[in-house]
Structure formats: structure tokens, C-alpha cells
């Protein structure tokens, strides 16, 4: 029997456009040995990030404006005038940063696929009743200066210009300086009313970063969800202080090594997250001088912490630092964010019933909500749920889904009577 001919699927110019855009950014911040990114705040690979998103813009005729904090903001329509009508924007966007040797989905799909959905909306021939906008937000992962969703905070006042200009890096550059490096002049720096006026809903397309979607245990009803809402987490920082010392000639009992506190820091960390029901990581340490035969004289010891319950993740910190004796100093905290409850049913009922997720990762999307701004959040299918790193993955028809998904709801949100 001869097989009958397929009929070639019709090519989707979101799609097209959204594979385009996707190989562009593709190398841009990619570290050679590892594959991962390093997509830092106010550095040039972040400069570039910044160039394309604002020739996307161009591409497509958008106005391209730049928010007192260095957010990116391209608009179609005058935002002003709807606000003023009552009629506030539709966003849609993300970030183009990284965490260190990051994925590159993290952030830029949500990006790449606003654009893409735009297209797939002009194709058909779209007349949105109100302003449309696409968001790239800055220093999302605070990889640089250590505040996650910095761009965000800084818009909202939820960290203050104060705070935020005087984080430092890890060589000691201000935020400030870098940011007037990358050409965004600090002074202006704070929150942002007219931006925050423009905006009157907030969806942020997001790579999933747990299997929920993927997991063959979980009824997997397809490539998106809705974010429900985002668990409470924050970072600490212990400071370890010892006596630098030659690590040959010093008898083990004349020592006062701050790594063997570390140690404890690290190991007691999981224990105590464990005990109460939350999660909890020591990523990253700063060792002083760093030598591989002295004895340290400082260990700074990162912790980020996380789980459903505010409370619990507060124990989880304070039962850690009377374990090891030792202070943790907050240095974030982000309490439990619900996504608007009406807007998350309607977009799964819009997406045929999507499945519904909270999530333990941070969004600029909670701080935006946190601030009172309308948000929600979609979720695209990552199959092994790995994020942060290299492995960080989306099948390319998931991602055209996670498009398909938001030119849909564009559809429903920006036609809805005001
Ligand atoms: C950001 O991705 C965070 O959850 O820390
Ligand atoms: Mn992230
Ligand atoms: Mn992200």
C-alpha cells in the first residue's frame, strides 16, 4: 500500500521568526569550555543583549525606552495616553542575563518568544485594543552584584537606589559605576511611576525549571502551565573569620581555620532544611587570600533558601546559624507571592485546561505582583527539569507551543473590555 502524502505543515511566521532570533542570541555570552552562559549585569555581553533586543524592536517598528533603572521596554502604541484612558498595557517579556555558566533558556525564551508572539499577531492580522509592550529586564539573576531581580526591585522601590548603587562585584565595582560603564546614568536611579503607570497586566513566559511537566508521573497535559504562585526565598551570607596562616608549619591545634565552620555551614545547611520540609543550597563561597597552602583568614559562605511555607524557611536559617554558632546575615527576602487568582484560571482555561504550578524560582513577574501590578506567568515544558546550568533544556516544538500560547492569550487579554 503507498503511503498517502502528508500535507507540509503550514509555517508559522512566529515560529520562523522565534527559530531566527533564537540562533542569534545562541552565542552570545556562551563560555567555550563549559557551554553555559555568563550574561552579566552591565558587562558587554550584556551591552549586546541589549543591542538586539532594542534592534528587534526597530525590526518590528516598537518604541524602545529605557526605564530609570535600565529596564528595556518596547511599546506599540502610546502606553501614556491608554494609562491615562484607563486603559494600561499589555507586557510581556522577561530577562537576558544569566546566572554563572547558566542555561539559555533561562530568561531568553521569554524574551525571544514576546517577539515571536508579536509576529504570529501581526500575521493574522491582530488590532490589540490597547498598548502592547515587551520588558527585558536587567540584572534578573543578581549573579554580579547579589541581589536577584534586581531591575525589578530597583523599578518597583522594592530595593532602594541607595542599596542597589552601592552593591559591589566581585572585584568591588559599584553598581553604579557599572552601570554608568554600560552607558545608564545611576542618578537617575529609583522607582519608577511612569513606568510602573504603563503597565496593566504582566505575563512572563518562563522555561520550566522542575519536571513537572515532563515527569511520566505527572499527568503531563502538554508543553504549557500557569505559575500560580512563587514559594518565599532569600539569600544569607555568613561571615567566617580565622587567622591566615602557612598551612605546613602550623600544628593543627594552633589553627583557627573559618573553613572548618564552612564545612559545618554547608553539611548543616541540608540538615536543617530537611528538618523543615524546605530547601536550602550553599552555591557559593569567597575564600580569603585563597591559597592552596594557606590556612584562610575569611570564608564568606552564600546560602539561598526556599519552601512553601514562610515560616519554616525562616526556622530553616535560624535553627542553621545557632547550630554552627554563627550569624546569617540577610541579605534578600522575598515572601510568598500569589499570582492574580482570576487571571490564572483564565489563562488555563484559555490554554485548553493547563496545568497549574508554583514554582521555587524567583521572577521579576513576583516582584511586579508584589508591587500590585495584575501578573501571571506561563511555563514551558523543560524535560529533565534541570535549570541554572548547561543541560537546561526546551524542545523546539515546546517552545513554538510556548509562542502558540501567548499570542493566544495577547489575543484574549488585550480584546477584553477594559
Ligand atoms: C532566579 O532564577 C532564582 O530563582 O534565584
Ligand atoms: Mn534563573
Ligand atoms: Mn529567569
Redesign the pocket.
Known sequence: MTALPTAPRPVDPGHVSFDRMWAELAPVGRHAATGGYRRFAWTSEDGTLREWFVAEAARRGLDVVTDRVGNLWAWRGDPDAAAAAGTPGLVLGSHLDS?PDGGAF?GPLGVVSSFAAFDQLDAAGFQPDRPLGIACFGD???ARFGI??AGSRLLTGAMTSERGLALTDADGTTMADAMRAGGHDPAVVGRDEETLRRIGTFLELHVE?GRALGDPGHPAEGAVAVGSSIWP?GRWRFDLEGRADHAGTTRLEDRDDPMLIAAEVIQQARASAQSHGCVATVGKLRVLPNGVNAIPSLVQTWL?ARGADARAVRNTVSHLASTVGRTAIEESWTDATDFDAPLVRRLSELLDGAPVLAT????DAGILATAGVRTGMLFVRNPTGI??SPDEHAETDDCHAGVDALARVVEDLAGEPA
Not at 521555587?360 to 521572577?363: C, T, V
Open positions: 546566572v533561562d534578573e539573576e543578581g536577584a531581580c525549571q526565598h539561598d521555587g524560582a524567583g521572577h535549570s541554572h
